[in-house]
């Protein structure tokens, strides 16, 4: 049942993407979790692709490779313009909340 | 014999050819430099060590390797000894799926002049060579030095540029051979002509990418000296210093190979079939001319190197996306309508 | 799969052996090298099988994702994901997906890592700004949810055979290929193809325009 181990490990790396994105302060380590969830996304795809042997999985992730580059470019983008105006890259320090 | 044994015993054979010869070439393209750029200079080349100068490279290479290895107490340790590495090992893989050689028969195996005989030959190669950019982004972040850091942001930054009309500039030969593989691409090349008679934008623009993307005048703004001090290899000294230079040699030598199996016909002699000769003659030929075909290459490289001046950083960018995209892509529609005309 | 799991006891004793004795890095490595090749003679044969190449692969993907989100120097992290990208490349290989796996690596790999290393480079973040993990509840609300969501997955995927099994079909001709792909994009998928173009142009504009520095 190789299909399963493969699954295992997009759930594993899925889940420390998240734990990452929720634990880590700075913006881009944030940045960089979501484009391994979005890795591990990827594997999952393309591991039910092979099992259904079907090319629609490997289109998909295509697609989903482009979005994270335009994410990624627009994200870090908004870091910069961010970075020039509070001089931090810490997401704690960019707050405007009260609490 | 056991079938898997003998697979793994003619890649290694191969592998260890062509790293022999590549890290050979290597050594020589310094001779080779110093020696036309004097003739072009008017001047002699080294020629006091060894007969013409020969064993010059000998001496540098024992130079280098005595001089003491200073890891300076600033940089970031990890990543400055790492960098050398990645460039090193990335100019290496990438010649491993370039032809030089028709397929031959030994021993009664088919085997392939090719180390790596991959379904998707080229963007292995556009791969490896992104991810080369990483050791000099990396050498010069680890160097904690502002000039090492501009260095390599620059040359971090012409390198993607360039890669971009390279990939376009080579679409139009993936279009017309209808395949990946670089083995078929020099085949189509065999029946159809050589592809720079009909595909000379693409040429041109390959070439200039070529020379963008191995860091070689006119566009080696990011590592001259009268610039950058020595932009991102400056606090790199003795045999890490030699690994630059041999990684910027190597990536010359595959981005000739790259250019000779693409638009020169790789190992094709027109002709050679109405002489008759057995095919292991034949084939040996065919390498010979393959050979031949990079050298020339190699020498257009250093050519141009002591001919042209170097282009200021925002020449360099205007070129690469302003100028370049639109050849290739008018390149693009060429070759489309030759395609789709059946005329290819 | 006896061959693996000796190699990442080993990588993982080494690993804390390093811990208690900082000062001889050279023993810890001899020790791990020693017993590597040991093990690597008793069972050799484990070398040949998938098996053990995907386990290797999956331990170092997991690794490095690990360190991505605990290490401190924020360009480290970076490396560990090239290399974590790189791992899942590999995995895409395994999987008969061979353009997919080179693309990976062209693009994911190869040019929005470089982002992220332009951006790093940039802004000059050094080790201490990287570091700052968030102390007190959030920390341990962290760890907990990951481990309930990836106890939830793990649930998903054991009861997850609801219809019968069905033998799958064997492998067209061609799967996984440029042209499989290309066909496909441009035929079924071609909609979604020219949005995704347009979708590209989209961020380009939005991020020099972002990032613009304004001349006052």
């Not at chain 1, 299909?3 to 380590?29: E, K, Q, S, W």
Request: aromatic content about 12%; some cysteine; hydrophobic content about 60%.
């Amino acid at each position: 049942m190789r299909i399963d181990f493969f699954l295992v490990m997009a759930a594993l790396l899925f889940t420390v993407g998240c734990v990452g994105v929720l634990i880590r302060r700075n913006v881009i380590v944030i940045l960089m979790c979501i484009e391994l969830m979005l890795n591990a996304v990827n594997l999952t795809f393309i591991a039910f692709a092979h099992e259904m042997r079907s090319m629609a999985g490997h289109v998909f992730a295509l697609f989903v490779i482009t979005v994270a580059a335009c994410e990624a470019a627009v994200g870090l983008a908004i870091v910069l313009a961010l970075f020039r105006r509070r001089r931090t890259t810490n997401v704690d320090d960019v707050s405007l909340m009260r609490w | 014999m056991d079938p898997l044994a003998l697979v793994v015993i003619e890649s290694t054979l191969k592998v260890g050819l062509v790293l022999g010869v590549i890290m050979t070439v290597v050594a020589y393209m310094e001779w080779v430099e110093r020696r036309v750029s004097a003739w072009i200079q008017d001047r002699r080349g080294p020629n006091r060590v060894g007969p013409f100068g020969l064993l010059q490279p000998l001496a540098d290479g024992i130079k280098f390797l005595f001089k003491e290895d200073i890891l300076p107490p600033h940089v970031h340790r990890a990543l400055y000894l790492l960098a050398p590495g990645i460039i090193f090992t990335t100019s290496l893989v990438t010649f491993s799926v370039i032809p030089f050689g028709p397929p031959i028969e030994i021993f009664g195996r088919q085997v392939r002049l090719q180390v790596a005989d991959v379904d998707s030959g080229i963007l292995i190669i556009l791969a490896i060579s992104s991810l080369g950019v990483y050791g000099i982004a990396l050498a010069g972040w680890s160097s904690n030095n502002k000039y090492s850091l501009l260095g390599g942001l620059r040359s971090s930054a012409q390198l993607i540029s360039y890669e971009l009309a390279m990939g376009f500039s080579v679409v139009g030969v993936l279009m017309s051979a209808g395949s990946l593989r670089l083995s078929e691409i020099v085949d189509f090349q065999v029946r159809h002509g050589w592809n720079l008679l009909w595909q000379l934008p693409g040429f041109i623009v390959f070439m200039t990418a070529a020379f963008a993307e191995t860091n070689r005048l006119p566009f080696d703004l990011p590592e001259a000296e009268t610039e950058l001090v020595a932009g991102y290899h400056t606090e790199y000294s003795g045999f890490r210093f030699l690994l630059f230079l041999m990684a910027e040699y190597a990536n010359m030598i595959t981005a000739s190979g790259l250019a000779v199996t693409l638009f020169l016909g790789g190992y094709h002699v027109p002709g050679l079939h109405l002489l008759g000769l057995p095919p292991l003659a034949s084939a040996l030929v065919q390498v010979g001319a393959f050979c031949l075909k990079v050298a020339f290459i190699l020498f257009v490289y250093v050519w141009v190197r002591w001919t042209l001046p170097r282009f200021r950083y925002d020449q360099l960018m205007n070129l690469g996306w302003k100028v370049l995209l639109p050849i290739a892509l008018a390149n693009i529609l060429w070759v489309a309508f030759f395609v789709l005309r059946g005329w290819a | 799969m006896r061959l693996l799991t000796g190699l990442v006891l080993v990588v993982m004793a080494a690993a804390a052996l390093r811990g208690l004795l900082p000062r001889r890095p050279g023993l810890t490595v001899l020790a791990a090298g020693i017993a590597a090749l040991v093990l690597l003679g008793f069972y050799p044969q484990d070398l040949a099988t998938s098996e053990f190449w995907a386990g290797a692969v999956g331990f170092v993907s997991i690794l490095s994702a690990l360190l991505i989100v605990m290490h401190p120097n924020p360009m480290v992290s970076v490396l560990f994901l090239i290399l974590n990208l790189f791992c899942t490349a590999l995995f895409f290989l395994m999987l008969q997906a061979q353009t997919l796996a080179v693309l990976q690596v062209i693009v994911y790999a190869g040019a929005i890592m470089v982002l992220f290393v332009f951006v790093i480079m940039l802004l000059n973040l050094r080790a201490e700004e990287g570091l700052r993990m968030s102390m007190g509840p959030q920390r341990w609300g962290a760890i907990g949810f990951g481990a309930a969501f990836a106890g939830l997955m793990f649930w998903a995927l054991r009861h997850r055979h609801g219809a019968a099994y069905v033998e799958p079909k064997p492998f067209v001709e061609g799967f996984g290929t440029a042209r499989d792909l290309g066909t496909l994009l441009f035929s079924d998928y071609v909609f979604a193809t020219e949005a995704a173009s347009v979708l590209l142009i989209a961020a380009m504009v939005g991020a020099v325009l972002l990032a613009k520095r304004r001349l006052e």
